[in-house]
């Protein structure tokens, strides 16, 4: 399994990026997908969660009413839309797989994200 994620950047307070995570695994529809983000000196912590349907999202209660995970199953593509960006928003966001009634999961490389003015 390969996560390959892009979009990151850097972005004025207020401003807007989508985030793109490509998997390869032809079975994209039964894995749940995640964007986590880790901040310089935090742990890594989760932003959003879609399940393997499409059906239910969780958002983390920084991010709720800003930030949007949407998946493409046809296209094996899971996206984070992130408006109002803020300086705090600053991380590596990294993309997350895991295989329905499994415990295996996998990992994007990351893709850094960076909100200064």
């Known amino acids: 399994v390969q996560l390959v994620e892009s979009g990151g950047g850097l972005v004025?307070?207020?401003g807007s990026l989508t985030l793109s995570c490509v998997a390869s695994m032809s079975t994209f529809s039964n894995y749940h997908m995640s964007w986590y983000?880790?901040?310089?000196?935090k742990e890594r912590e989760l932003v959003a969660r879609i399940?393997?349907?499409g059906d239910t999202t969780n958002y983390a209660d920084s991010v709720?009413?800003?930030f949007t995970i949407t998946r493409d199953n046809a296209k094996r593509t899971v996206y984070l839309q992130m408006d109002?960006?803020?300086?705090?928003?600053?991380a590596v966001y990294y993309c997350h797989a895991k295989r329905r009634f499994s415990s295996s999961d996998w990992w994007g490389q990351g893709t850094p994200?960076?909100?200064s003015s």
């Open 37 to 41: 983000r880790q901040a310089p000196g």
């Open 64 to 66: 709720k009413g800003r």
């Open 51 to 53: 399940i393997s349907s």
């Open 12 to 14: 004025r307070p207020g």
């Open 84 to 90: 109002s960006l803020k300086p705090e928003d600053t």
């Open 113 to 115: 994200v960076t909100v």
